[in-house]
């Protein structure tokens, strides 16, 4: 069976019950000693989460088979996947999801709209164009200069598409953020939170994507308080949340 999903040219492959490879992952993810799906499957909060798929999937929701040479292979199901990618960085989890969101609009039947231009391509999820301009003009730097800023150094065309949401790749968007001093997490956040000079005093649910948050929460509170730690969420925000959340 030819592979639906690829990550940094890696095919992730499925078993028959439709359950994806965390060991291809891990290899997409950078192959990292410490990003192993076996320290990763062997956490308390892991165990957590998968016990509580296990009775709504069906099916297990994680399984491991032999494979030759005393090779196994560990496969999940996609909520795990999820999980496993946030475990192993915010960056990698949002590669996985935007891949996610190509297989589902690639199997979507509605016909695409004419272009005749910029102006007329559809704005597209996590856009940060419209960021990465604002907090380019906060610094009093032209597309020239943020270009000259970035290490490597890239062309100030990439800048002028990157602003325009004219296609990117998440390592070019990496090396723009170290060079405007901030994070991937913040550039892909909603463009309302940059009304103000600076973020402080944003609440990570200005940054997160609440209809993502509220699928994680129907799924597990661990990962949905995993995800808003990855938004700036701190132990003491956490619990007047969740305290709020309850009332």
Same mark, same amino acid.
């Given at each position: 069976?030819?592979?639906?999903?690829?990550?940094? @040219?890696?095919?992730?492959?499925?078993?028959?019950?439709?359950?994806? %490879?965390?060991?291809?992952?891990?290899?997409?993810?950078?192959?990292?000693?410490?990003?192993?799906?076996?320290?990763?499957?062997?956490?308390?909060?892991?165990?957590?989460?998968?016990?509580?798929?296990?009775?709504?999937?069906?099916?297990?929701?994680?399984?491991?088979?032999?494979?030759?040479?005393?090779?196994?292979?560990?496969?999940?199901?996609?909520?795990?996947?999820?999980?496993?990618?946030?475990?192993?960085?915010?960056?990698?989890?949002?590669?996985?999801?935007?891949?996610?969101?190509?297989?589902?609009?690639?199997?979507?039947?509605?016909?695409?709209?004419?272009?005749?231009?910029?102006?007329?391509?559809?704005?597209?999820?996590?856009?940060?164009?419209? @960021?990465?301009?604002?907090?380019?003009?906060?610094?009093?730097?032209?597309?020239?200069?943020?270009? @000259?800023? %970035?290490?490597?150094? #890239?062309?100030?065309?990439?800048?002028?598409?990157?602003?325009? @949401?004219?296609?990117?790749?998440?390592?070019?968007?990496?090396?723009?953020?170290?060079?405007?001093?901030?994070?991937?997490?913040? &550039?892909?956040?909603?463009?309302?939170?940059?009304?103000?000079?600076?973020?402080?005093?944003?609440?990570?649910?200005?940054?997160?994507?609440?209809?993502?948050?509220?699928?994680? #929460? %129907?799924?597990?509170?661990?990962?949905?308080?995993?995800?808003?730690?990855?938004?700036?969420?701190?132990?003491?925000? &956490?619990?007047?949340?969740?305290?709020?959340?309850?009332?």
């Amino acid at each position: 069976m030819t592979p639906d999903l690829i990550l940094s @040219n890696t095919p992730i492959h499925q078993d028959a019950a439709g359950r994806f %490879c965390l060991n291809d992952l891990h290899k997409a993810a950078g192959g990292e000693g410490k990003h192993r799906p076996s320290l990763w499957s062997e956490n308390q909060q892991t165990q957590a989460l998968i016990s509580e798929l296990q009775t709504e999937a069906g099916i297990p929701a994680l399984v491991s088979v032999k494979g030759g040479a005393a090779r196994s292979s560990t496969y999940a199901v996609r909520e795990l996947v999820y999980a496993y990618a946030m475990w192993i960085s915010p960056r990698f989890h949002l590669q996985v999801i935007r891949a996610f969101d190509a297989l589902v609009s690639a199997a979507a039947p509605a016909a695409r709209p004419p272009r005749t231009g910029p102006e007329a391509r559809p704005a597209a999820p996590y856009a940060p164009g419209a @960021n990465v301009r604002r907090l380019r003009e906060q610094l009093n730097l032209s597309q020239r200069q943020l270009a @000259n800023l %970035c290490f490597p150094a #890239m062309a100030p065309t990439t800048i002028v598409r990157l602003e325009q @949401n004219d296609g990117y790749q998440m390592e070019t968007l990496e090396r723009v953020a170290v060079a405007l001093g901030t994070t991937i997490e913040v &550039l892909l956040a909603p463009p309302a939170v940059f009304a103000a000079k600076t973020l402080e005093g944003v609440s990570p649910l200005d940054l997160v994507d609440l209809d993502r948050l509220q699928q994680l #929460m %129907c799924v597990s509170a661990w990962l949905a308080r995993r995800y808003l730690m990855d938004y700036g969420a701190t132990a003491a925000w &956490l619990e007047g949340f969740e305290g709020a959340s309850h009332d």
